[in-house]
């Protein structure tokens, strides 16, 4: 007879939408609301409103990953998927007009994420970890700089709860097989 | 981001030391791959990718187990029976070297081309580092299994440590089939101090463990030596000790400073012997729990035991009481 051992936590079926990330060009200046919030804690697809030195009234995200799926488990095994769906992007919804996006995650499963693998097939404009400085950290696009800014190793381009890491151009096994990946994203259902 | 993404290739779960990650695959609702830490970094995350690879009945997938086949996967059956290598892929701060017990659930492909008799001397193999597919395997990290009949799910488990890594269930065609619902054990967990409760104890006094050790048939293991110190590779650095061997040491669960002192890589023996063998597979290890560091009460550690097929196991939970 197998032992299983599941938290409760781990199979509450409570869906809760976090938005954890937030990676883009910020706009030009800064207000005091903006310099230690996450600019994009509604995730909802829209362009981020407001010019830098007010605060985003809507939360916006120029693209929002939903996952979904639920995990079952029993006595003789378990069923179910994850899966992710990706809304938004493009020129419509890039913060900087062009092709920068704001990305926000929600995690609609019941299972706790902490990462997830992002892959662009086909790298029209720049690459999607290709990143040139122009993130939310970089002086000239947000000041005074968000209060995660500083964490040690950060690209400039993380939201205060991810970070970034096997970023690669080829596929491959560990550590170049994701595309990039986003980790220590705490994605509680 | 400097794009839009296209696609999530992978949606990674986070794991909590004590709890149990379940990773369903396969088209059943029998296959699964479940990973508990022991004793992993808050953060660590992980996915498993399950990778078909083609059956056969004629021993040799695994350089290093000649005698094995791999266990063919009756979801995965396509133009013929078909295993499965697992993938796992983790990422953490403790670079994923953490110990856990893992579990694999699956309903054999019991068709004439494939294993129509019951497994026997059933296998967990596992290679570190590595993608799947290989040939490579290295360890066999078995410590139980349940028989059942094909299309059914035997229960596979394992322990090891590290999280980069390939796996595989696998059996000796040519071994006596385990009957269904009867279960082996190389190491079932102790038989002396309770694996499902915590058991106080007290610096100073020593503590009795006591364990059987079986091989991969559940015959008992006769001759298991003790390893005093091993290696980062897992090789035993006792001069002198062949396998079978076991190496004790000690896990702190609790993350205060004097709990993560008292952990150690090599428990500590009343008798400098270490290891007594109590015959007829029985084994005992008398710990010396004395120490000089103060500030125990409520720290929680964990016995490990490793052995050199690469499983290790950590059935029990302790709490200093003083």
């Known amino acids: ?189 | 981001m400097e794009n839009t993404p296209s696609s999530v290739g992978g949606i990674w779960q986070t794991l909590v030391a004590g709890q149990t990650a379940a990773f369903p695959f396969g088209s059943a609702s029998t296959d699964d791959y479940r990973l508990q830490p022991i004793n992993s970094a808050p953060g660590d995350a992980a996915l498993v990718t399950p990778v078909a690879t083609a059956f056969s009945q004629v021993p040799g997938f695994a350089t290093n187990f000649p005698n094995l086949v791999c266990a063919p996967y009756l979801d995965y059956r396509s133009d013929g029976p078909q295993c499965v290598e697992l993938q796992l892929d983790c990422i953490g701060t403790d670079s994923c070297n953490f110990l856990y017990t893992a579990q694999l659930d699956y309903g054999i492909d019991g068709n004439t081309d494939a294993a129509p008799n019951l497994v026997g001397a059933p296998a967990f193999l596992v290679q570190h580092d590595v993608p799947c597919l290989t040939a490579g395997f290295t360890d066999n990290i078995f410590l139980s299994y349940t028989g059942s009949t094909p299309g059914t799910d035997p229960p596979l488990r394992g322990g090891g440590t590290g999280g980069h890594s390939c796996y595989v269930s696998a059996f000796d065609p040519t071994a006596p089939g385990i009957p269904a619902g009867t279960t082996v054990s190389t190491f079932p967990g102790f038989e002396f101090p309770s694996n499902t409760k915590v058991n106080p104890i007290i610096a100073g006094l020593p503590v009795p463990l006591l364990w059987a050790f079986n091989d991969n048939s559940g015959n008992p293991v006769t001759n298991l030596h003790f390893c005093k110190a091993v290696n980062a590779n897992g090789t035993c650095a006792t001069t002198g000790v062949v396998a079978p061997w076991v190496h004790l040491s000690l896990t702190a669960l609790t993350s205060t400073a004097a709990c993560q002192a008292v952990a150690t890589p090599n428990l500590p023996s009343v008798f400098n012997s270490g290891l007594l063998n109590l015959k007829k597979g029985q084994y005992s290890f008398i710990w010396d729990t004395s120490t000089k560091i103060k500030g125990l009460k409520g720290c929680q550690v964990r016995v490990v035991l490793q052995f050199n097929t690469g499983g290790a196991s950590a059935p029990a939970l302790f709490q200093y009481a003083l």
Request: with cysteine.
């Open chain 1, 1 to 189: 007879m197998k032992k299983i051992l599941m938290s409760a936590t781990a199979l509450s079926m409570k869906k809760v939408a976090f938005a954890i990330l937030c990676v883009t060009l910020l706009m030009l200046a800064a207000t005091p609301g903006w310099a230690t919030d996450d600019p994009c804690n509604a995730p909802t697809v829209g362009v981020p409103a407001g010019p830098v030195g007010s605060n985003d009234p809507t939360g916006s995200c120029g693209v929002v990953i939903t996952i979904t799926g639920t995990i079952t488990t029993t006595s003789t095994g378990s069923s179910g998927s994850l899966s992710a769906t990706i809304t938004g992007g493009g020129q419509p919804t890039a913060y900087d007009g062009d092709e920068d996006q704001l990305v926000g995650i929600i995690n609609n499963s019941n299972v706790t994420v902490g990462a997830i693998t992002l892959t662009r097939s086909s790298e029209g404009g720049d690459a999607l970890f290709a990143f040139d400085g122009d993130g939310p950290c970089a002086p000239a696009q947000h000041a005074p700089a968000y209060s995660w800014c500083s964490n040690v190793g950060f690209t400039g381009y993380e939201g205060p709860t991810n970070t970034f890491t096997r970023i690669s151009s080829t596929p491959g096994f560990q550590p170049a097989r994701p595309l990039g990946l986003l980790w220590k994203i705490p994605l509680r259902p």
